[in-house]
């Protein structure tokens, strides 16, 4: 496989340097600063009042996005001349991260900086730009985004709400109704996707609420994140100056699907601050629970738990900060070649936009497991409402529909990968031609390397030819037809998501040792060597089921050989390796990667 820069998708047929990811513990001091000026801002004014926050005490919500705005938390990526602080991506994403820990504080937080102002910074001109982001940066404007209709969601172009003309050419009237709208019941900017006139694709508009025309239902009542606000919000005759028209008309629908990329992998890193928090929850109470004279985390069925928990935490966690400084690369290469910084912004998230569907996946999906787990570490305490697992349970659930369904994802990341394939930005043929080849062929012999990582980065080689095997084979057998296939399409997915997961999970562990040394990260060798065998067990699972779904007879036979061959793994004691894991966790009384 070739090595050099790597574009969106790519790393599919192309090696990946370790010294080319980012690892989270390569912090700067100065991101460690703004990582505890969040930590502090979640402990002092959101944790204390997290009931009162899920009760909706009037005006609490609103109270803690101003003193998020007054830290500068809510600025971190807009530039310094539009009153923020001009972080990079990569910070702005730990924010994210650390805020993420906030239950109903964080999705009002993340509604607000991503879909509810990214728009306006994205897209806005430069009148809008002045005249909004400044007060969304502190807070003394708080944002909301309507794009959901009750007929429309995950095909969201296909919304009703209408916006005309008026006879004087100087406003839009806006009419119609959006659903499952965060912040809406405090907001003060609405973000307004309609169509206008008989368009066929969706606009997009800044709506004040001053400007009048908006009513909304009462909060709905919701399983989790009791404290967000949502609700439904109707648009009757709502006049709209022609100046508030965002970008160009019919454009909406590619502000929609721009914005959610952002949204996707942001939501990913507020997963895994959710996640470290809920670990860090779960050891404390396994050290101090008591049964048989011991406590639980002395027991080997809670350190699988443990050591379970942070294996998928950790591997999520250097998925998406690995996709984060690829974006962050691609962004600084534009800005380099001439182009404006918020197209540039735009068209490098764009770029990754596979890597933001696959860690949006795993890393709600590892979310959801920690705190499952979570709640059977704790017991019978776990599901009282008395103790902290009931709440985390039920706020965690939300972020597998959020940001596109993990099935929409799952479907897009195959959908883009081909396409972009098809259009010859990415080169599938040839390397899937190659490994046809090579199973008819006799298999080469290579003398035995037992330096560090050259297992792992044996089997990740291997993983990635079982995908190619596999999808050319999906594509050769099944052609038009195969976009229908959403079973074997959801098996393709998962391998992707798997490789994906456990290259970054290499990578990240191969830097960290490079920069320190073996000594002392014995737990993240055996982190990495948890997942790297997983991965092989779960491409084997999910490739023999797609394959016995559409193929048959000698080339069943075949296709199965090839992907044996290209998921076979050395022995492996995952018992030891959790041992050590979750040694180190009890230790450290907290996630401690």
Known sequence: METSKIKGGEFIIKETLAKDVFIPEQWSEEQLMMKKTCEDFI?????????????????????????????????????????????????????????????????????????????????????????YIPKLATAEWKACYCLTEPASGSDANSGKTNAKLTPDGKHYLINGQKMWITNSGFADIFIVFAKIDDDKNLSAFIVEKSFGGITLNPEEHKMGIKGSSTRQVFFNDCKVPVENLLSERENGFKIAVNILNIGRIKLAGAAIGAAKHTISVSVKYANERIQFERPISKYGAIRYKLAEQAARTFAAESATYRASQNIEDAINSLIEGGMDEAKAKLKGIEQFAIEAAIVKVCGSEALDYVVDEGVQIYGGMGYSSEGPMDRIYRDSRINRIFEGTNEINRLLIVDMLLKRGLKGELDLLTPAKAIASELVGIPELSEPDDTLFSYEKKQIINFKKSILLIAGAAVQKLATTLSKEQEIIMNISDMIIDIYLAESTVLRVEKLIGIKGEAGYEAQLNLMRLTVDSTGNNIWINGKEALNSFAEGDELKMLLIGLKRFTKQDPFNAKAARQIVAQKIIAENKYCF
């Open 43 to 131: 402990e002092q004014e959101v944790s204390p009042f997290l009931d009162r926050i899920d009760l909706q005490e009037e005006g609490l919500m609103q109270s803690i996005l101003d003193k998020a705005g007054s830290l500068g938390i809510l600025g971190v990526s807009i530039p310094e001349e539009l009153g923020g602080l001009g972080f990079d991506f990569v910070t702005s994403m730990l924010v994210t991260e650390i805020i993420g820990a906030g239950h109903s504080a964080a999705v009002a937080v993340s509604a607000h900086t991503g879909i509810g102002t990214l728009p306006i910074l994205y897209y806005g001109n430069d009148a809008q730009k002045k005249k």
